[in-house]
């Protein structure tokens, strides 16, 4: 068997921003959603976020312009649900527009790049 290759994220210094404001976003949601449910998968998936988040912050604060992220399996899932569930606030919450669609329609590619990264792993 084959070893795999470790999931890695490249991202410029504005996608990092990105990418950790969806995740805050997304834990944000998550707190809301928890008080109100108990649906203990999403617990997990609020440790693996935060540590997640943890991790963006640093590598923004360190202040290169372009970071490669090694990921496991379990932040490229939450990842990529953390995106999924911004693309349906987004959707709900702001009224379409051509920058609004433009922005579903990178994190839509974003999504599917993790997807596919997930995909690969699971073989």
Known sequence: MAAREIPRLALNFDDLRMVESIVTAY????????????????HGQIGVLYDLQTRLRAAR??????????LSLDELSALRDAVRGFIMLLRRTIAPSRSRDETIADLEKLCRELQR???LQAR
């Not at 834990?27 to 999403?42: D, E, G, P, Q, W």
């Open 27 to 42: 834990l944000a949601y998550l707190r809301h959603f928890m008080a109100r449910n108990s649906a203990t998968h999403r």
């Open 117 to 119: 990264m997930l995909v």
């Open 61 to 70: 604060l360190s202040g290169n312009q372009e970071v490669e992220l090694l």
